[in-house]
């Protein structure tokens, strides 16, 4: 095959040479660089490998496998995956759904949603999961390192000498101290006086060694040479000797020897001669423990195994050689693991962590604690007929509390109902017989146990939520009384405060006719106010208190008034104006503790803190109108169906029908029949002191008023299932205030006279209303009202019906309903319902259901959060029925819908819930329907191609995630509730399902790579989600195949593409290689032919051969590509030397695979990185640990660091021409353990030492030595089959960053030290000479890559600094200080050699 000319066009290389010449920046001409050698490199797509079949391979060598001792590496555990229920967590007693509500649920809406808050969760357990991510994730949590040994290296004395004592003393962590001492002259000739003793600074300092010295200066500038040092290691004891002097000291030395030291004062002397003696314990009980066990000191053991094994080595080999082993395995053990000490290793990255992801769970804003403990008004005295008892209010009042919203113009709570009145006062009332708890759900009988119903009688706390706090929300307090008259003639009493028991008295005996008479009927009375927030953070305004107590203006009552008062609340002004009751409201705000005990819920369901004690107060939540924005709306999780209705206003100032129609009382009843004698249902819920449920309830009164207005809340707790006759009946009364003297002559006092009655349907078009109604009054109320209907004309249809002032809407009601089983979205509703129609036997009409399936991208946001589980459950059923293409691509493209919305508003972790934990596929009956998997692959593939509409797949490719999620659990489901795990990986899923899952890889492949500058979101994440994916399908299907998918996505991209493209592909193979089984998936084992005897026969590779890459798949793959990566620019090649070293210190820490022999194993899948080395050898040889980086990509002129000064200019010679073959042969013989180490070969070292530095002159223009390596390269490892990672093309020259280097030298070394020493020996025997020179200039290079450079250099590098020179001379050995010979023996075999050898450029 001839080989394409690899030298740019001539015009191009012209470009090239202008662009140099051109003044610029150092990046242009590096980009320059870059463009030009990418250009001449032949940029050819390296060729695809066929995977193996590997299902087929595993069963072949079934036997093989399962004799291997290792076969936890080559199989995937049986229990790999499994399906779990967990059962559903709520925080009540009890289920929220009503007993009977599944048996009265006939709308499928309302039967879906039960069966989502009913449902237990389903998951999908993946048992080695924690193993498939990054290793930062692995389960073991890479262990904290302890601190490595501190030694004090020479290059260092110098800086420590520089540092200021104390902070040097505790930064070795050891004792320290310093200070004047008077030191005796220690001549021992001459007999020690007074005068003779000299004032000298002492300093205490400990070494790395863990030994101390005694160092003493002139002065107290102690970064000078001391003038002398007592090594305290030689010292016996510290005694006091006050013979010569006061306060005098000896240190007694091993020599015989002694120091006499004396302090200024005895409390001085005693602090020395304490310290001296703490460091003389340490130092013996340190000796004590050497002595006990040896071993632990690696360092001493070292050094007399090397002693013991160079002077047996001539007698008794194997001796030796087991002594040589024990030294190899103590060195394993104590040994750090490598990857421990890489900085990458250490950084705490958490970018590639999944985010948590938990159960749907009923979720509030910020809740409040409202507790209410009194009202009390200026008008006080006793109320009892007897006079005896306490002083009280002299009537009852009764509080109404709720929040409003001033910002968003609106209430935002239900009215929370309070009676604070005292025991006598409540008795002023006449009492009603309440019938409690059987109210509009069937309660259960152990749910009466548990609610007594005299705690639940008069509450005083509630719970009030807000999802949005501000400032700008109030409390407000409404005031109400018996109905009397008029709120000024009712409030007049209570704004004096002149002689205030006379009209107490007085007020009370109104009160008491009042009560007696009209004792159901409310008047309103007054309003408070007060803020809840300082800030928006939801901080509560504990100091703030209610405001003075207004009267209420009977003009000024509705919800709309109260907000334009309170927008006037902070205007001192405005609010002067307003009349005010002499009284006082005490009610605090707290915050709630999620341990809050006794609470029962909007409904009165107890929660699980919930105490059937009586004594403890029942605190109420009160319900929440959470507004309807989609980023407020959580998914429903319980059972909750309440109406509100609020009667606004009644016209009745121009009807003629009754004759007194003044005070107007309403009575609202909810019915499920119009016939005559239908009773109201008992769902109304009551008051304070009266029953838990009532059949009806009143509006307050105002006196006088032809078209009252009306606050009143009524709250109704609805039937589960709704029909067309349920309807509010809303009944007027005129109540007759006057008590008069001759009223009483008549024969009965009528308190109350029926004007009018008006109904409500509650449904319309099968849904609630809640659209703020008017509607018509009617004078009588016939059977069967609900059926009439006006025909036009003046005919009509159903009973006669007189109406008031001609049928004209008299009325204003709103309704407002709070419901987790009924929806108010209209296209919602249609599809639900059209769904019921189909399944219950009328034909699906494909077209009609597209039709319905269309509107639903029109449905509210926040009703589809709120039904987020039930909507996507329909929509899959729909999917697996689907007969025709066109519904299952429109039920995805709603999916789509539903899944860009969620995330668009934010609430993308409602989608993970949902999948996670709700997704669960249907029982699958093949004659019936379809998979999900299946059919949503089939669809996805649709939506894909390029004539499809682009905004669709592009929403499709952004949020991928949750489709593939979708199908994995889909698959996994299908599996194990069909028995098909236990089938052989090729039959689990039919051939139609292979064949759609390769068609949405390859339809997905174009989008990624293609749209990745318009739209890079979406193609990354589409790129990041198909390697999920695939990863996970692993797990699942026929491995060979999910191998061929792999390929397929390899092959969409190519050498010299854009960066981000090769972002995408080592993210994809980073997620991919992540599986928790890698080690399996690559079949760590031999593939020879023939039965294996030794395992120096095995047929290791050493480079990537095509039959590696097909047997060892994955990793092939990665090597391949980052081999092709290390001829890309810098960016590139630091994506994927990540990628690898990532992948290799996952393996490391793996606490599967800790033993020596499974890393051993795992290093056999990585030896072809040895090749891959020795391909850019000429790339990392760089010996200058400058961390200051030259240029990126450019090229270094390395003579003066890399070359011997005799002679500076080499030209490198043919590879290997500086060593004859024999004594390659007797060499490498030796170094691998074959050849006899003391044969004939041995004068030869001095041209070895040649050839070693031959090893390091390899220059940066190495285009004269390329040809000949190629050329040798091909006649040794590549015996078989010359296959580089990079075919035929070029490879660069130019230099790798320092980064890079150190990263490529750190996974050199993992495998290094991991393989077995049989597999290093065979590399040897195998490799050209050129090759192991390669090798041995790899390892040198680690020498200088990894030196150490001293404290000053690392300090000024972190602060910017530039490099400084240091006096080479052993920098990087420990300072010995008299210790027991440590590392003796070894630095006297280093000092034997020659420097060149070893540490010629330390």
């Not at 001839?2 to 090239?16: G, I, M, N, V």
């Not at 009397?484 to 028991?501: C, W």
């Not at 209705?645 to 499920?672: G, H, M, T, W």
Request: net charge neutral.
């Amino acid at each position: 095959m001839s080989q394409p000319p690899l030298l740019p066009s001539s015009a191009e290389t012209r470009k090239f040479t202008r662009a140099l010449s051109k003044p610029g920046t150092a990046a242009e001409l590096r980009q320059s660089v870059s463009e030009v050698v990418r250009g001449s490199v032949l940029l050819a797509k390296p060729k695809l490998i066929e995977p193996l079949d590997y299902e087929n391979v595993i069963v072949q060598k079934k036997t093989q496998i399962l004799n291997d001792c290792l076969r936890e590496m080559l199989l995937f555990p049986y229990d790999d995956f499994q399906t779990a229920i967990l059962r559903r967590q709520g925080r009540y007693v009890c289920s929220t759904i009503p007993a009977n509500a599944q048996q009265e649920a006939q709308s499928l809406f309302v039967t879906e949603c039960i069966k989502t808050y009913n449902s237990d969760w389903h998951l999908v357990n993946y048992k080695y999961e924690d193993y498939s991510g990054e290793f930062r994730q692995l389960p073991n949590k890479v262990a904290k390192l302890d601190k490595l040994p501190v030694h004090v290296y020479e290059v260092d004395e110098e800086v420590d000498k520089d540092e200021d004592a104390a902070s040097l003393g505790s930064q070795k962590g050891g004792i320290t101290k310093h200070g004047w001492l008077y030191k005796g002259n220690m001549n021992s000739a001459i007999s020690v006086t007074m005068r003779s003793f000299k004032r000298r600074f002492f300093h205490l300092i400990q070494l790395g060694d863990g030994s101390y010295n005694l160092n003493f200066y002139k002065d107290e500038k102690i970064s000078k040479e001391p003038k002398g040092s007592i090594f305290l290691d030689s010292c016996m004891g510290v005694v006091q000797n006050n013979k010569v002097r006061r306060f005098a000291f000896e240190l007694k030395m091993q020599d015989k020897s002694s120091y006499l030291l004396a302090a200024d004062t005895e409390a001085e002397m005693e602090e020395w001669i304490t310290t001296l003696n703490k460091i003389l314990q340490l130092n013996f009980e340190a000796a004590m423990q050497e002595k006990r066990n040896g071993d632990s000191h690696e360092d001493d053991e070292q050094s007399k195994i090397e002693g013991s094994v160079s002077g047996l080595d001539s007698y008794l080999p194997e001796l030796a050689k087991s002594t040589r082993e024990a030294e190899i395995k103590l060195k394993s053990e104590s040994r750090v693991k490598l990857f421990y000490l890489d900085p990458d290793a250490q950084k705490l990255d958490f970018s590639s962590a999944e985010p948590e992801v938990k159960p749907f769970e009923e979720k509030f804003g910020k809740r409040i604690l409202v507790k209410c403990n009194d009202l009390s008004f200026n008008l006080q005295c006793c109320v009892a007929e007897n006079e005896e008892g306490p002083t009280t209010n002299v009537e009852p009042f009764f509080v109404t509390l709720s929040l409003f919203d001033i910002k968003y113009n609106r209430k935002i709570s239900a009215d929370f109902h309070v009676d604070l009145n005292h025991f006598s006062v409540r008795q002023m009332l006449a009492t009603t017989s309440p019938s409690l708890m059987n109210g509009g759900r069937q309660s259960s009988p152990a749910l009466q146990d548990i609610l007594h119903e005299a705690a639940m009688q008069y509450p005083k706390q509630g719970i009030f939520s807000v999802t949005c706090p501000h400032p700008d929300i109030f409390l407000v307090a409404r005031i109400e009384k018996v109905l009397q008259g008029s709120i000024t003639h009712g409030a007049e009493p209570y704004m004096k405060s002149s002689d205030s028991s006379k009209v107490a008295q007085k007020v009370l005996k109104n009160a008491k006719q009042a009560c007696q008479r009209l004792g159901q009927y409310r008047m309103p009375f007054a309003w408070a106010a007060r803020t809840l927030f300082k800030d928006a953070s939801g901080n509560l305004d504990k100091n703030a208190r209610f405001s003075a107590l207004y009267k209420q203006d009977s003009n000024k009552l509705s919800n709309e008034d109260m907000l334009k008062l309170l927008a006037d609340f902070r205007k001192p002004e405005k609010m002067a104006k307003l009349p005010v009751i002499l009284g006082n409201l005490d009610i605090t705000i707290d915050s709630v503790s999620s341990d809050f005990p006794n609470y029962v819920n909007s409904s009165y369901i107890p929660t699980k803190q919930f105490e059937t004690c009586t004594k403890m107060p029942i605190t109420f939540e009160v319900e929440e109108f959470v507004p309807c924005i989609p980023k407020h709306t959580q998914p429903y999780t319980i059972y909750n169906h309440h109406l509100y209705v609020y009667p606004k206003s009644l016209k009745y100032d121009s009807q003629k029908s009754f004759a007194k129609a003044r005070n107007i009382a309403i009575c609202i009843e909810f019915k499920d029949s119009d016939e005559e004698d239908s009773q109201p249902l008992k769902c109304i819920y009551g008051r304070p002191g009266g029953p838990v449920f009532t059949r009806s309830a009143f509006a307050a009164v105002l006196h006088h008023h032809q078209n009252p207005e009306f606050y009143d809340e009524i709250k109704i707790e609805l039937p589960t299932q709704l029909h067309e006759k349920h309807h509010l009946l809303f009944t007027f009364f005129h109540v007759s205030c006057d008590n008069s003297s001759k009223g009483s002559t008549k024969k009965k006092d009528v308190v109350e006279t029926q004007v009018g009655y008006s109904w409500l349907p509650l449904l319309k078009d099968g849904r609630v209303v809640t659209s703020e109604q008017h509607i018509p009054v009617s004078a009588n109320l016939p059977s069967g009202y609900l059926g009439y209907q006006e025909l036009g004309m003046g005919r009509h249809y159903g009973p006669e019906i007189k109406w008031v002032d001609g049928s004209k809407p008299l009325l204003k009601v709103s309704t407002h309903l709070v419901s987790t089983v009924y929806t108010q979205d209209q296209h919602f509703h249609n599809f639900f319902q059209y769904c019921q129609k189909t399944e219950s036997g009328a034909q699906a009409l494909g077209s009609e259901l597209v039709k319905y399936l269309k509107s639903l991208h029109a449905m509210e946001g926040h009703v589809m959060i709120a039904f987020l589980p039930t909507i996507l459950n329909q929509l899959f059923r729909v999917l697996t029925r689907a007969t025709q293409e066109e519904v299952a691509v429109n039920v995805t493209r709603v999916i789509i819908h539903v899944v860009a919305q969620c995330h668009e508003e934010g609430l993308e972790s409602h989608l993970r819930s949902y999948v996670k934990y709700a997704y669960k596929a249907e029982p699958y009956i093949a004659s019936e329907y379809k998979t999900v998997h299946e059919e949503l692959t089939k669809s996805m593939t649709t939506i894909l191609k390029p004539s499809a509409d682009f905004l669709t797949s592009n929403k499709l490719l952004k949020y991928s995630w949750f489709f593939f999620e979708v199908l994995i659990k889909s698959m996994a489901q299908h599996l194990i509730e069909n028995s098909k795990v236990k089938l052989l990986r090729n039959q689990r899923f039919p051939a139609s399902y292979h064949h759609a899952v390769e068609t949405v890889v390859n339809m997905l492949m174009p989008h990624i790579t293609q749209k990745f500058r318009d739209n890079p979101e979406a193609s990354k994440n589409a790129n990041h989600s198909l390697a999920v994916f695939i990863k996970r399908c692993f797990t699942f299907m026929d491995r060979g195949f999910v191998f061929k998918q792999i390929n397929n996505y390899i092959s969409c991209f190519a050498p010299g593409d854009p960066k981000t493209l090769f972002e995408y592909k080592f993210e994809f193979l980073r997620v991919v290689c992540n599986h928790e089984h890698y080690i399996p998936l690559n079949l760590p084992m031999p593939f020879g032919k023939g039965r294996i005897q030794r395992y120096q026969d095995l047929h290791l590779d050493y480079a990537l051969t095509d039959e590696f890459c097909r047997n060892h798949f994955l990793v092939g793959l990665l090597l391949r590509e980052v081999g092709t990566a290390l001829q890309e620019f810098r960016e590139v090649r630091l994506i994927a030397i990540g990628v690898l070293k990532n992948l290799l210190i996952k393996h490391s820490f793996d606490d599967r695979y800790a033993s020596r022999s499974h890393q051993a194993r795992i290093a056999t899948l990585y030896l072809p990185l040895f090749g891959l080395l020795i391909e850019n050898v000429q790339r990392i040889n760089v010996r200058d640990v400058s961390p200051f980086p030259v240029n990126p990509g450019s090229t270094v002129k390395e003579e003066s660091l890399t070359l011997p000064a005799v002679n500076p200019i080499v030209t490198p010679q043919k590879s290997g021409s500086t060593l004859d073959a024999s004594l390659h042969k007797d060499l490498f013989g030796a170094i691998s353990g074959i050849a006899s180490p003391y044969t004939n070969s041995t004068p030869n070292i001095s041209s070895v030492r040649n050839a070693d530095s031959r090893g390091s002159l390899i220059s940066t223009d190495s285009g004269n030595s390329l040809p000949e390596r190629n050329s040798e390269k091909s006649n040794s490892l590549d015996k078989h089959q010359q296959s580089g990672t990079l075919g035929n093309s070029v490879v660069r020259c130019d230099k790798l960053d320092q980064s890079e280097i150190k990263s490529l030298l750190m996974c050199f070394l993992y495998i290094l030290k991991s393989m077995s020493d049989d597999a290093l020996f065979t590399y040897w025997n195998k490799a050209s000479t050129s090759e192991l020179m390669d090798f041995f200039t790899i390892l040198e290079v680690c020498l200088h890559q990894f030196q150490y450079m001293g404290k000053r250099y690392i300090a000024r590098n972190q602060e910017g600094l530039g490099p400084i020179v240091h006096d080479r001379k052993s920098q990087t050995l420990p300072v010995s200080r008299n210790r027991t010979g440590m590392m003796h023996a070894r630095l006297q075999q280093l000092g034997s050699l020659d420097n060149s050898l070893t540490f010629n450029h330390m």
